[in-house]
C-alpha cells in the first residue's frame, strides 16, 4: 500500500497561483493513478482532477479546465497540482488519493476506489 502525503495549500488572492504536491512513500508511484479531491464548507467532496498510471491521461473537472495542471514525476515519487487564476469559489481543503482515472465513452472520468490511500488534506483559501 502506498501512503500519500499532500501539502502546498495557503491564503492566495484571486488570480494567483499554487502549486499542490501529492508525496508517496511505500511504494513505487508507476503503478498508480493518482487524482485530487476539494471539499468546501457545507458541500460534499468533488473530484478535481486525475492522472493515469500508464499513459498520463488526465481529468479536469469543468469548473478548474484551463486553469489548473496535473503533472508527475515518478523519480520523485510526487504528483502535482498547479492552480492558477484561483477564484474565490477554489476555496477548499484539497486531498489527493490513488484512484480510477480511465476513459468513459470517449472522455476521462474518476472516481475513488475501495481501500484506496488518501492524504490528509492542505487547505486552499482564495480571499482579498
Known amino acids: 500500500q502506498v501512503q500519500l502525503v499532500d501539502s502546498g495549500g495557503g491564503l492566495v488572492q484571486p488570480g494567483g497561483s499554487l502549486r499542490l504536491s501529492c508525496a508517496a512513500s511505500?511504494?513505487?508511484?508507476?503503478?498508480?493513478?493518482i487524482g485530487w479531491f476539494r471539499q468546501a464548507p457545507g458541500k460534499e467532496r468533488a473530484g478535481v482532477s486525475c492522472?493515469?498510471?500508464?499513459?498520463?491521461?488526465?481529468y479536469y473537472a469543468d469548473s478548474v479546465k484551463g486553469r489548473f495542471t496535473i503533472s508527475r514525476d515518478n523519480t520523485k515519487k510526487t504528483v502535482y497540482l498547479q492552480m492558477s487564476s484561483l477564484k474565490p469559489e477554489d476555496t477548499a481543503v484539497y486531498y489527493c488519493?490513488?484512484?480510477?482515472?480511465?476513459?468513459?465513452?470517449?472522455?476521462?472520468?474518476?472516481?475513488?476506489?475501495?481501500?484506496?490511500?488518501w492524504g490528509l488534506g492542505t487547505q486552499v483559501t482564495v480571499s482579498s
Open positions: 488519493a490513488t484512484v480510477l482515472c480511465v476513459r468513459v465513452g470517449g472522455e476521462m472520468a474518476i472516481a475513488t476506489i475501495p481501500m484506496g490511500s
Open positions: 492522472i493515469a498510471s500508464r499513459d498520463d491521461s488526465t
Open positions: 511505500g511504494r513505487t508511484l508507476d503503478d498508480y493513478a
